[in-house]
Each structure stands twice: as C-alpha cells, then as structure tokens.
T-cell receptor
Framework: EPEVTQTPSHQVTQMGQEVILRCVPI?????FYWYRQILGQKVEFLVS????????KSEIFDDQFSVERPDGSNFTLKIRSTKLEDSAMYFC?????????????FGPGTRLLVL | GNSVTQMEGPVTLSEEAFLTINCTYT??????LFWYVQYPGEGLQLLLK?????DKGSNKGFEATYRKETTSFHLEKGSVQVSDSAVYFC????????????FGKGTRLHILP
C-alpha cells in the first residue's frame, strides 16, 4: 500500500540554525499538509499546499517557516532560524482530492529537537 | 469555530474490559469525523472515520457512530487488548476548500494484562 515517507526520522539542531524536513507524499496526491505535535500536546495544523502554493496557514506558520515542492515528488518544510519552542514532532500528510470520501494519509513524522 | 473535545486521560483498563472514549465536536456545516491512533514511538494512523450523520466507522474491533444530534463521535471497543495501548485522537475535517484536520488533545490508553 502506498505511504507517505518522511526524512529524517530524528533531527537535533542548535538554536538559530536552519532545518529542512522532507516528505515524499503518495504519488498521485495533490494536496499536502504539515502538522506539528509538541511533546504531550495535541496535533496542530501548520499549512496546506495545493497547485504549488499555500492554501492556508495557521498562526504558528510565521515568516520563519516556508514550504516547497521542489521537484514534483518531495514536499519540504524549512525553518529558517530554529527556536527552542520549535522542538516537536512534525507530520506531513497528503490527500488525493478534496472530496468527502478521500482521507489524509500521514507520514511517520520527524522528531525535531532544538538545543 | 471548529473544535474537538475528548475525555482526559490517561485511561487505564484491564485486558478484555469494555472501552469508551468520549468525543464531542463543534463545527459549522457537516464535518467528517475521525479517530487516529498513535502507538508508542510511531506516527499517526487513521483508525476509523465517518463522513455523515448516523454513519458508523469501524476497524480492528473499534467502532464510533457519527451522532449529529449530540455532536458526538465516541470510540468504543468491546474487549481491549494490551496491544491497544496507545494515544487516541478524535478529529474533524471541515468540508471547506482546504480541509485541514482539527485534532482533540488525545487520550492515552493503558491496558493492563
């Protein structure tokens, strides 16, 4: 069964450094999402992406964040200058179409630790 | 706005006990409703879903019925196993253009042998 993959599974970085989290959505999917889960808290929506542009973003998704689909298969989340509070599990998700019967499929997540 | 409220955890049960995890929602329109499960050290897996009122989602012995009159989507299982120990998230997806998923805070379930 097709699945969403994410790399790396874990990343440790120093505060102020840039990180890029990578996702490979399911190949025929058109809608892409990033979510995050701070340890012990609920999963929060960050951004949705369709047709090479951001569809919606949350308040969390400030100017330090950006997303890109550079090559038609990868979907990346960049944090330009990481802060301690960016430490979280980041989940990528994809969906084929925006119809009721379709489901978002989540990747296994990247655990980011900012020191 | 759209939101999901689910019962606080942790919930601790003995193996073969009956499980209910309560979930209520607030939404405009007719959202789709989901239960996701997160096993220790793993990502989010869709457990079951329902897309319209009175639909029952089911998977792996778990069930939940979309109750529009009470705006609820309670998760039930008749006989839990130790392997069901995980965090369970109730969630909704508003039927708008972007279709982001809005999650509840999660309920941690411990099953004792």
């Amino acid at each position: 069964e097709p699945e969403v993959t994410q790399t790396p599974s874990h990343q440790v970085t120093q505060m102020g450094q840039e990180v890029i989290l990578r996702c490979v959505p399911i190949s025929n999917h058109l809608y892409f999402y990033w979510y995050r889960q701070i340890l012990g808290q609920k999963v929060e929506f960050l951004v949705s992406f369709y047709n090479n542009e951001i569809s919606e973003k949350s308040e969390i998704f400030d100017d330090q964040f950006s997303v890109e689909r550079p090559d038609g298969s990868n979907f990346t989340l960049k944090i330009r200058s990481t802060k301690l509070e960016d430490s979280a599990m980041y989940f990528c998700a994809s969906r084929e179409r925006l119809v009721v019967q379709e489901t978002q499929y989540f990747g296994p997540g990247t655990r980011l630790l900012v020191l | 706005g759209n939101s999901v409220t689910q019962m606080e955890g942790p919930v601790t049960l003995s193996e073969e006990a009956f499980l209910t995890i309560n979930c209520t929602y607030t939404a405009t329109g007719y959202p789709s409703l989901f239960w996701y499960v997160q096993y220790p050290g793993e990502g989010l897996q869709l457990l079951l879903k329902a897309t319209k009122a009175d639909d029952k989602g089911s998977n792996k012995g778990f069930e939940a019925t979309y109750r529009k009159e009470t705006t609820s989507f309670h998760l039930e299982k008749g006989s839990v196993q130790v392997s069901d120990s995980a965090v369970y998230f109730c969630a909704l997806s508003p039927l708008n253009r972007d279709d982001k998923i809005i999650f509840g805070k999660g309920t941690r379930l411990h099953i004792l042998p």
